[in-house]
C-alpha cells in the first residue's frame, strides 16, 4: 500500500482534479479509455467521452477530497468524499494505468444511494447544457 506521496502519475492526477486542467487530463487518458459510471450499466469507451464526464464531474462535485490512496503497481483505488448541493457522498475511483502512464480503465462507485442520485442529476444537468 502506498499513499502516492511520491508517485509520478499520481501526482499528475491530482494536479489534473484539483487545478482542473483539462488539456492535461486529455493528455492522460488513453484514446481507448473505458469509464464505468456509478450511474450506468453500460460503460463509456474512448478520450473525448470519458474526458467530457470527468470535466462535467469536476465541475458538478464540490469539497471534494481524496483519502486513502491505494497504488498496487499500476491500479489504484482512491477513496473520495465530496458534495453535490446539500447531498454528501462517499466514492472510490479505480483506475488503471498501462506501462507508459496514460489511463486505460476508470470505474467510479458511489454511496450513499440520495449523493448517487443528485450526482445523476446533477450531471445530466450539465451534460444536456454542453449538448
Known amino acids: ?17 484539483f487545478q482542473r486542467d483539462v488539456q492535461d487530463l486529455q493528455a492522460m487518458l488513453a484514446e481507448n479509455v473505458v469509464f464505468h459510471s456509478p450511474y450506468l450499466a453500460e460503460p463509456y469507451a ?12 469536476g465541475e458538478v462535485l464540490q469539497d471534494f477530497t481524496y483519502h486513502r490512496e491505494i497504488i498496487e503497481g499500476n ?10 448541493g446539500d447531498q454528501s457522498l462517499k466514492g ?10 496514460l489511463i486505460v ?12 442520485r443528485a450526482l445523476g442529476v446533477a450531471m445530466a444537468r450539465r451534460l444536456n447544457s454542453t449538448s
Open 1 to 17: 500500500m502506498d499513499n502516492g506521496s511520491s508517485h509520478p502519475h499520481l501526482d499528475r492526477w491530482h494536479r489534473i482534479v
Open 46 to 57: 474512448g478520450r473525448q467521452a470519458t474526458a467530457l464526464i470527468l470535466t462535467a464531474v
Open 105 to 116: 480503465e476508470f470505474e467510479v462507485f458511489v454511496r450513499p444511494y440520495n449523493g448517487l
Open 75 to 84: 491500479n489504484w483505488a482512491l477513496e473520495f468524499s465530496a458534495r453535490v
Open 92 to 101: 472510490i475511483d479505480l483506475i488503471r494505468l498501462d506501462d507508459s502512464g
